[in-house]
């Protein structure tokens, strides 16, 4: 298995488990906060499905200075909805990390707009992935919060 093939199986892997936290969300609890200042539990969930679309630009070294998603007045709707209009936005994502070689992965050098830090796209690929379990462990959080059943992830 080449790095990418790994890196890859990382992220489907990591979505998945996002999947199984997400599906465990009753629709009565979307708008449910841990305070005023937090994202609501629908909103996180777009959060994390939504930054695969600027990912994709960063590590095809485009150009985030007038960025734009296409969730942009787009309304919030339900779980599913979310995980379906994000689905071709995830394959392209996925599809730009196949076309990476092992020496692409050493050897281009992203520079994150939100910092200006310069990593290497392999070490950036995982910090990507890292993103979303963060959130996920977040998510499984609130789901506690809400008095909520927390799905089984570690399967």
Not at 26 to 39: G, K, L, N, Q, V
Not at 106 to 113: A, E, L, R, V
Not at 128 to 154: D, K, N, T
């Amino acid at each position: 298995m080449t790095k990418t093939e790994l890196i890859i199986q990382h992220f489907k892997e990591t979505r998945r488990r996002s999947i199984k936290m997400w599906q465990a969300l009753p629709s009565d609890f979307y708008s449910w906060r841990p305070d005023d200042e937090a994202m609501s539990a629908l909103e996180m969930v777009r959060h994390v499905l939504q930054a695969d679309y600027g990912w994709n630009i960063i590590i095809n070294r485009g150009d985030m200075s007038n960025f734009k998603t296409p969730w942009d007045h787009r309304p919030l709707l339900n779980v599913q909805d979310e995980i379906d209009f994000a689905e071709p936005y995830r394959l392209q994502f996925l599809n730009s990390i196949k076309s990476f070689s092992d020496k692409d992965l050493s050897d281009i050098t992203i520079i994150h707009p939100g910092n200006m830090e310069k990593k290497n796209l392999g070490s950036y690929l995982l910090r990507i992935a890292y993103h979303e379990s963060v959130h996920g462990g977040q998510f499984m959080s609130y789901l506690r919060s809400m008095g909520l059943e927390r799905p089984l992830i570690w399967d």
